[in-house]
């Protein structure tokens, strides 16, 4: 396969990408933006911001495949420039260079929030795009700008919708797992809303196919588990791996959706992330419930860890390095 690069290859996905494509075989460069505990002898990264045209190239320059993986991740307070130039201009650099440099494939890394809270059960690719914050809208326009260069360039690109993920190093789930061992957890409303956690090495070989598989290009594929089941059943999973009495506290979602928007109107105008948004909020309201059919049917794929197997594991990590 060459060199392949890895935008975004110090995040939590991107950090599983590049350890499994390693044991694949492949040649991994990383590129980064610089922080604190960024390392600035590591050889196979570059440092830089997906903003900035020229970093980008230079990360380009001389590989054979890019996997972009650099997003904005939603905040309640996000602010819609920096979300367009990160998402969407970001991914454009990234297409440009590419294009300029020879790369031979892009696998672009959307996201199921493309398609928002959705009334199809189980929803597919084809299911109409309903993105329902900043975060879906940005990340929606960048595809839309994938396939519009696809066509117009015929450079071999290949789009994965990953499903919510979980697993060693996850932070966003760990809340979760954290309140329900502690018996803090809230559940909003019924708790009937459809949850669909994928566990993050699964979701890895769904990329590799996507990057080695001719069969992958000019398609879009939802990538993860089959497993989705109501949030109240995924928090007695949880409790149960826990081995903790499951989580008991109900409250009405209507007037926590109101306490919502009023933390946003009072917090975003002074730049001040709101301890609760309407974002955090669709955790409790919002359908997410996808078919993994096409990739099973055109890349044979196929998910090996069961969600029972993936939470035991994800305890397991987190217990060990003190998380838990």
């Known amino acids: 396969m060459g060199t ?171 809340k979760l797992f954290r309140m329900i061992k502690k018996g803090r957890f809230i559940m909003f409303g019924a708790g009937d809303a459809y949850f669909q956690p994928a566990y993050i090495d699964d979701v890895v070989r769904g990329f590799h196919m996507c990057l080695t598989d001719e069969a992958a290009i000019g398609e879009a594929f939802i990538i993860g588990s089959e497993e989705y089941l109501p949030l109240r059943n995924l928090v007695q999973v949880i409790a149960e791996e826990l081995k903790v009495p499951p989580p008991k506290i109900k409250l009405p979602l209507t007037p926590a959706l109101w306490m919502a928007s009023v933390c946003e109107q009072v917090c975003v105008p002074f730049g001040v992330e709101p301890p609760i948004h309407r974002r955090r909020m669709s955790f409790y309201q919002n359908n997410r419930a996808f078919s993994i059919d096409k990739a099973k049917t055109v890349l044979g794929y196929k998910p090996e860890i069961s969600l029972r197997e993936a939470t035991r594991r994800t305890i397991r990590w987190y217990e060990a390095e003190g998380w838990l």
């Open 4 to 174: 392949v690069l890895v935008t975004g290859g110090k995040g939590f996905l991107g950090q599983h990408i590049v350890k499994k494509f390693t044991e694949y075989g492949e040649d991994v460069r990383i590129f980064a933006r610089p922080n604190g505990h960024s390392n600035s002898n590591e050889k196979n990264v570059v440092w830089g911001d997906i903003r900035d045209y020229d970093a980008v190239e230079r990360a380009v320059d001389g590989v054979d495949s890019v996997v972009h993986l650099v997003s904005n991740f939603r905040h309640g307070g996000s602010d819609k420039h920096e979300a367009y130039d990160i998402n969407v201009v970001g991914t454009e650099n990234v297409l440009n260079a590419s294009l300029k440099k020879g790369v031979k494939r892009i696998v672009h890394c959307s996201t199921i929030g493309v398609h928002g809270d959705v009334k199809e059960i189980p929803a597919t690719e084809k299911t109409p795009f309903n993105p329902g914050d900043l975060y879906q809208e940005t990340k929606l326009t960048a595809e839309q700008k994938v396939w519009d260069f696809y066509q117009k360039t015929g450079l071999p690109i290949a789009v994965v919708r990953p499903i919510s993920l979980f697993g060693p190093g996850d932070e966003r789930m760990l």
